[in-house]
């Protein structure tokens, strides 16, 4: 399959990588990363090891094949960028996947791309950004992929093969909006306090004060998810939460990455987004609207 990573930071330099060993891949992103790859190929460490050569550009008027496959996984913040500019090498077979943070992502998207296009997932691998041409795989984690409609169709059948011929374990949904849904709450609860407080998802389960703050979030988050028709339970949330920060218990959130890295934050399409929802529906969001704040004027 020819597949076009749009957006190769941390997370997109895996799934190409790994993509590339059976499927001709181009990676998409910005120099000095990219520079980096073309002349040292992609390094990875940590749970994978390995050097992956596979071509890299900065920009998408240099793809020189017909695109089967887009793999979308830039910062919700650059995705009506990314989609006005695809829509040059889209034809009429080509899909177009939103590997993404945050619950506005198809939307923006389908202000440039017609939706027939689109499929969305989600995914819990652990990746860190080292330096330009160098990423960490600091944890497996598991990608579920879904048609935005809910069916099993032909082509998501075949990617959710495609990933898992590569070692990406993958799984099919018939409810990608739930899954999203559920994956910005956990984001919500995890995110903004590791990158607030600056310090590694274990420690919110170390610290009994935090500990309360990531419950206290999952229930606010869950009641408007709630209010937009999505079938969560607050008791379920907080315990995929929990258990993700103790799977993830070494990891820096892709939040804190930002705030290191001095880069803007997903943080308006995550908990901004979330308060927002809840404001529409008069529910009281007090932790989501704070957090939301302190992100944005700290940082």
């Not at 992609?42 to 793999?71: H, P, Y």
């Not at 705030?259 to 008069?282: C, M, P, V």
Request: proline share 2%.
């Amino acid at each position: 399959m020819n597949i076009v990573v749009f957006g190769a930071g941390a997370m997109g330099s895996l799934f190409g990588a790994l993509l590339a060993q059976k499927n001709t891949v181009v990676l998409v992103g910005r120099t000095p990363h990219i520079s980096t790859i073309q002349k040292k190929g992609v390094i990875i460490t940590g749970k994978t090891n390995r050097i992956v050569k596979t071509t890299a550009i900065e920009s998408i008027k240099d793809i020189f094949f017909q695109v089967d496959l887009i793999l979308l996984t830039v910062k919700s913040y650059d995705t009506e960028t990314a989609a006005s500019q695809l829509c040059q090498c889209i034809n009429d077979e080509t899909i177009v996947l939103s590997l993404q943070n945050g619950l506005d992502n198809i939307e923006k998207i389908e202000r440039f791309i017609n939706k027939k296009h689109l499929l969305a997932g989600i995914t819990t691998q652990g990746v860190l950004f080292s330096k330009p041409g160098e990423i960490v795989h600091t944890g497996f984690g598991k990608t579920i992929l879904g048609e935005l409609n809910g069916s099993s169709s032909k082509r998501l059948l075949r990617l959710v093969s495609l990933f898992n011929d590569a070692g990406i374990h993958t799984t099919p949904s018939n409810d990608i909006k739930k899954e999203i849904w559920m994956k910005t709450i956990i984001n919500s609860s995890i995110n903004p306090l590791t990158g607030f407080f600056g310090c590694k998802n274990g420690y919110l389960l170390e610290n009994p004060l935090l500990e309360r703050v990531v419950e206290y979030i999952c229930i606010e988050s869950s009641c408007i998810a709630s209010s937009e028709g999505i079938s969560v339970s607050e008791g379920e949330m907080i315990e995929k939460t929990k258990e993700v920060i103790r799977n993830t218990a070494e990891n820096s959130s892709s939040m804190l990455q930002s705030i290191q890295q001095q880069k803007k934050t997903e943080i308006d399409s995550i908990n901004g987004k979330l308060a927002n929802i809840g404001y529409h529906h008069k529910i009281n969001v007090p932790l989501n609207r704070i957090l939301t704040e302190l992100i944005n004027s700290t940082y």
